[in-house]
């Protein structure tokens, strides 16, 4: 599931929701 999160960083970077995480970090907020 690392492409999908990579894709969901991708999206969350693209909409402005830069966040201090690294890339590919679970990140419960974003699974739903």
């Known amino acids: 599931c690392d492409i999908l999160w990579a894709m969901l ?12 995480v690294p890339p ?3 990140r419960p907020e974003t699974a739903s």
């Open 24 to 26: 590919g970090a679970f």
């Open 9 to 20: 960083d991708g999206l969350q970077h693209a909409y402005g929701a830069p966040r201090n």
